[in-house]
T-cell receptor, first 112, second 112 residues
Framework: DAMVIQNPRYQVTQFGKPVTLSCSQT?????MYWYQQKSSQAPKLLFH???????NEADTPDNFQSRRPNTSFCFLDIRSPGLGDAAMYLC???????????FGPGTRLLVL | SQQGEEDPQALSIQEGENATMNCSYK?????LQWYRQNSGRGLVHLIL?????REKHSGRLRVTLDTSKKSSSLLITASRAADTASYFC????????????FGTGTRLTIIP
């Protein structure tokens, strides 16, 4: 089945230790998104790619970076995680920007 | 904030009853979407309604859109225990914006 896959589902890291979260899709969608969601809050868009065109949200901290080496894969790099970065990180895709988004199951990040 | 509000923040009803959730927004939209999120999981798309549409149905779900009042509602009829989840509205604020802005969500609990 076509889907959005996120690995790992749970990630524990230490304060300040770089961590990478991955997302892959078999939907062949042009657009990929990364969201941060903290407990009982709305998903907050960090950045998105339209093909290889990278779009960063103005309030996304510099500590967060992203790579999209090909259509299928997208990575979220957190260079120096702080306690405030503990959250669920959601990857999503869409065929056309602004239309229906298909979400992965999320990666829950814990920072010790 | 361009998020708008969702109302109520939390809703508990008996199984079999109907559940209504509301979403308001502040600026013109191209489309409005509703998503469901089960606890600790990714979001699942339910319905997309465009700015020139007033009502859409999908199974037990009915979505209305009133652009003059800048509001939308999601009605779930004959609720089931499996409908227990958080429900989010998401707006594409204007055409070509390429992203969605999520509301704060309504936490729905169905009591068996």
């Amino acid at each position: 089945d076509a889907m959005v896959i996120q690995n790992p589902r749970y990630q524990v890291t230490q304060f300040g230790k770089p961590v990478t979260l991955s997302c892959s899709q078999t939907l062949n969608h042009n657009v990929m998104y990364w969201y941060q969601q903290k407990s009982s809050q709305a998903p907050k868009l960090l950045f998105h790619y339209y093909d290889k065109d990278f779009n960063n949200e103005a309030d996304t901290p510099d500590n967060f970076q992203s790579r999209r080496p090909n259509t299928s894969f997208c990575f979220l790099d957190i260079r120096s995680p702080g306690l405030g970065d503990a959250a669920m990180y959601l990857c999503a895709t869409s065929t056309v920007a602004g239309e229906t988004q298909y979400f992965g199951p999320g990666t829950r990040l814990l920072v010790l | 904030s361009q998020q708008g509000e969702e109302d109520p923040q939390a809703l508990s009803i008996q199984e079999g009853e109907n559940a209504t959730m509301n979403c308001s927004y502040k600026t013109s939209i191209n489309n409005l979407q509703w998503y469901r999120q089960n606890s600790g999981r990714g979001l699942v798309h339910l319905i997309l309604i465009r700015s020139n549409e007033r009502e859409k149905h999908s199974g037990r779900l009915r979505v209305t859109l009133d652009t003059s009042k800048k509001s939308s509602s999601l009605l779930i009829t004959a609720s089931r225990a499996a409908d227990t989840a958080s429900y989010f509205c998401a707006k594409e604020l204007n055409f070509g914006n390429e992203k969605l802005t999520f509301g704060t969500g309504t936490r729905l609990t169905i009591i068996p």
